[in-house]
């Protein structure tokens, strides 16, 4: 762990604090910004997991590209998979045009989804399907080849205590 980088990245994003803990989250923030690695950050509502993302892109080649952060708890169940992934003219009543989403938007930089667990079911697996293929599902079509993004994301639920009914 470089202690002077770690200290100056707190200094930049208003960190305060120094355990031993923070200061190893933001070394691996550090350390995964040199890769083009999908992230889940862990943690309980409240702790900052918006930050490390943040430190991700900026401390990345995809620093002079867009960076999205979406609050994915606050998207209505009903427009979520629109919003994400965009739809094309005619796939629901109302889809007057076409619709990139934001995977689309975030061509080349970085999609952050903040409480990716409160993601109803049906979208967490269409989710898993984007990060695994690399492919961007529209509302009606699958995009192929996929646009490049980083992927962090994040959740307060414990993913070790998830379920599926």
Known sequence: ??????QAQKRRYGIVGNSE??????????QVAKTDLS???????????EIIPRIIHDNSLRKTKKYFAV???????????????G???GAFTGAIGEREGYFGAANGGTLFLDEVGELPL???????RVLETCARQTCASWRLPMSTWR??????VSVRTCSIA
């Open 1 to 6: 762990m470089n202690t002077s980088d770690v």
């Open 87 to 89: 739809h094309e003219k």
């Open 151 to 156: 992927r962090p994301s994040a959740t307060a």
């Open 122 to 128: 049906a979208t967490q697996a269409r989710l898993l």
């Open 71 to 85: 609050n994915c708890g606050s998207i209505p169940e009903g427009t979520i998979d629109s919003e994400l992934f």
């Open 21 to 30: 803990g923070l200061n190893h989250a933001v070394d691996i923030a550090l």
């Open 39 to 49: 992230v889940l950050i862990t943690g309980e509502s409240g702790v900052g997991k």
